[in-house]
Each structure stands twice: as structure tokens, then as C-alpha cells.
């Protein structure tokens, strides 16, 4: 097997991937990996929040999805060629490569940074995209109505960004040092808050006798200075005081 030419560099932030982290950082700093070996560890590592497994890609909008969902979240890896279950069954030709230059450039908006390297292993090849964490966020997908949608990684899932998030992000443009008006309204949200543990946007916007423009605004800016997070539960989101 031919030797590969980087060491394994490799990063996840959820704690149940610390100590596989630790060891594969480790192993990498005493030896180069082989393709099979790099390849064999990552997917050891199975489908998180920063990988993703694709068995073919047929269609480029689909694909941008994910890119989308990796560049507004923490970044990650596509492994092209590998089935869900982790069985290799390789890359028989450059579509996958065009379909992700095609997501990248054409259906993501702004253009998502990426790298791609080809790995042999076991006599076929697996295509791994190395996806950046993007400073220009959202990074927007479209899809086949042509509407552009913006996702996050959650998980091993790829989840729409609520119009919380695109909030977040366009107050982001604006200096964080700025001083955070505190009224009734603001108030208001932290009773509820501390009564109800966790909201979701609507009830919020119910038991607050808030527009949703108003509610929206409002969360964006207390999960902005960390005061809120949002909570991916139920197939939803909720927000929570930290």
C-alpha cells in the first residue's frame, strides 16, 4: 500500500469523540498513515456533527445542502464512497468531483471553501471533501424551486436554519461591544424563560404578545451575547437561558 503524504489531522467537538481524537492524534504524530488506515479511522469514527458518509452523488443542489449545513456549523469531512454502514464501495469516476465544485460554486451562495483528495483503499477509490467553517455566514443552499435555504449540522443530521439563526448572524455584522437595551420586553423573556425552563419560538411569541419579527429579534440578540442558546429537541427548536 502506498504511503500517504499528510498525517492524520483531525478535530471533533463533541465530547464522545475526545478520547478516538486523543488517539488518532497521537498514532498520526509517530507515523504516516497509509490510505487504508486513514480512511479505516474515520470511519470508525461513524457519521457526527463534523462527517458525513456518501455512497454517490447524483445531484449537486442536494449535495449543497450539506455544505451548507458543514460551512455554517463547525466545518467537516465528506467521505464519497462510503456507504452509511461504513462499507467502502469506492468512486468509479470524476462526477462526484464536478457535482461538488458545481454545489460549492453554483448552488451555495457565498461559495463554500473546500478541499478534495482521493484515497486508494482495498483496490477502490474514496473521495474525501474537506469543507471549511465559513466568516461569511449563512452560507445559503438552493434548492430545486430555486429558494435559498441556510442549514446547520446538528449531529449527524442537517437541519434548517430557523429565522433565529439568520438573525444571529446579521446582528453578528455589527460590533459585539455595543450596549444591549434592557426594557420590559427583555425582562419579560427571562421570567419566562427561568418559569418554562425552554421555549420554543411560537409559544414565546404567545405568551409574550410579541409579532414574531419582534420575538425573532429579540432571541437573536440574547443568544448572540450568550445569555440564550437554542436546543435541537423534538425535531425543533427551543431556546434556553445558559
Known amino acids: ?52 458518509f456518501k455512497f454517490e452523488i447524483s445531484d449537486a443542489r442536494k449535495i449543497a445542502k450539506t455544505l451548507s449545513a458543514f460551512a455554517n456549523t463547525d466545518g467537516g469531512k465528506l467521505l464519497i464512497g462510503v456507504k452509511d454502514n461504513g462499507k467502502i464501495a469506492g ?35 474514496v473521495l474525501v471533501v474537506q469543507i471549511e467553517e465559513s466568516d461569511r455566514k449563512p452560507v445559503y443552499a438552493k434548492d430545486e424551486t430555486g429558494k435559498y435555504l441556510a442549514y446547520l449540522r446538528i449531529k449527524d443530521e442537517n437541519i434548517l436554519a430557523t429565522p433565529v439563526h439568520l438573525r444571529v ?4 455584522e455589527s460590533p459585539k461591544g455595543e450596549l444591549i437595551e434592557y426594557t420590559e420586553r427583555e425582562q419579560l423573556l427571562l421570567n419566562l424563560l427561568e418559569e418554562n425552563d425552554r421555549l420554543s419560538l ?5 405568551l409574550a404578545h410579541l409579532s414574531r419579527r419582534a420575538a425573532e429579534h429579540l432571541l437573536a440578540k440574547f443568544v448572540r451575547y ?3 442558546e437554542p436546543v435541537f429537541e423534538g425535531h425543533k427548536f427551543h431556546f434556553k437561558l445558559k
Not at 11 to 29: C, D, I, N, W
Not at 94 to 101: A, L, T
Not at 169 to 172: I, V
Request: aromatic share 12%; with cysteine; net charge negative.
Open 226 to 228: 450568550d445569555i440564550v
Open 1 to 52: 500500500m502506498q504511503k500517504n503524504d499528510i498525517f492524520l489531522k483531525y478535530s471533533v467537538k463533541s465530547p464522545q469523540k475526545g478520547a478516538l481524537t486523543h488517539f488518532l492524534s497521537t498514532f498520526a504524530s509517530m507515523k504516516t498513515l497509509t490510505d487504508t488506515e486513514y480512511i479505516h479511522a474515520l470511519i470508525a469514527e461513524g457519521e457526527h456533527q463534523q462527517q458525513d
Open 91 to 125: 468512486v468509479r469516476s470524476d462526477e462526484e468531483q464536478y457535482m461538488i465544485e458545481a454545489a460549492a460554486g453554483l448552488y451555495c451562495s457565498p461559495e463554500v471553501n473546500y478541499t478534495m483528495q482521493t484515497y486508494q483503499v482495498e483496490g477502490r477509490s
Open 202 to 206: 411560537n409559544r414565546y411569541c404567545r
Open 169 to 172: 448572524w446579521q446582528q453578528s
